[in-house]
T-cell receptor, first 116, second 116 residues
Framework: SAVISQKPSRDICQRGTSLTIQCQVDSQVTMMFWYRQQPGQSLTLIAT?????????ESGFVIDKFPISRPNLTFSTLTVSNMSPEDSSIYLCSVEAWQGKAGELFFGEGSRLTVL | AQKITQTQPGMFVQEKEAVTLDCTYD???????LFWYKQPSSGEMIFLIYQGSYDQQNATEGRYSLNFQKARKSANLVISASQLGDSAMYFC?????????????FGKGTKLTVNP
């Protein structure tokens, strides 16, 4: 299993500003995933963060808007840049831990952002 | 086309009764995995159960079981003896392919309410 800590847990931000979300894992993991959950919606993968290489972004997400850092095997940050109200969402960090055959995703408690 | 379809936006069940949450999936890959997650109002994502495409038997984890019908491409979650604490959003997800790096795709979720 994996224990994931995310900061901040929630924040209220002004339009046009940027916010960095931190994700700390209690064990070394190769890949970390960043998801977005818009209000009342499902989870959508933003990007996969690998240590030592550039993050891989999903269609519809770009590095300029969501820059990601992955300085080591236990830590990652996601920045939401130049925020607009449409960025109001829960942002979740997750890692994969394989127990037997199942690649279970463990999630942090999420960072709930409200953009005014 | 949607990869994961959850047709029940909301479900209600009486405490101590069983409930089935529907999930159908779409893939042409012979190797895939199916997951169910629970999201309480607090926001964290909790892994419940996993079913691999080559598994011969339906997965079970305590009060959770997965009714896997491969020909119908369905993976319904059955919760037995519902408890008030089961009230939450439930998401079905799929990973296509055998590689650990493949992402999870989530359905839109079903909101389960357990009535006393």
């Amino acid at each position: 299993s994996a224990v994931i800590s995310q900061k901040p847990s929630r924040d209220i931000c002004q339009r046009g500003t940027s916010l960095t979300i931190q994700c700390q894992v209690d064990s070394q993991v190769t890949m970390m995933f960043w998801y977005r959950q818009q209000p009342g919606q499902s989870l959508t993968l933003i990007a996969t963060a690998n240590q030592g290489s550039e993050a891989t972004y999903e269609s519809g997400f770009v590095i300029d808007k969501f820059p990601i850092s992955r300085p080591n095997l236990t830590f990652s940050t996601l920045t939401v840049s130049n925020m607009s109200p449409e960025d109001s969402s829960i942002y979740l960090c997750s890692v994969e831990a394989w127990q037997g055959k199942a690649g279970e995703l463990f999630f942090g408690e999420g960072s709930r952002l409200t953009v005014l | 086309a949607q990869k994961i379809t959850q047709t029940q936006p909301g479900m209600f069940v009486q405490e101590k009764e069983a409930v089935t949450l529907d999930c159908t999936y779409d893939t042409s890959d012979p190797s895939y995995g199916l997951f169910w997650y629970k999201q309480p109002s607090s926001g964290e994502m909790i892994f419940l159960i996993y079913q691999g495409s080559y598994d011969q038997q339906n997965a079970t984890e305590g009060r959770y079981s997965l009714n896997f019908q491969k020909a119908r491409k369905s993976a319904n979650l059955v919760i037995s003896a519902s408890q008030l604490g089961d009230s939450a959003m439930y998401f079905c997800a799929m990973r296509e392919g055998p590689k650990r790096s493949e992402k999870l795709v989530f359905g839109k979720g079903t909101k389960l309410t357990v009535n006393p």
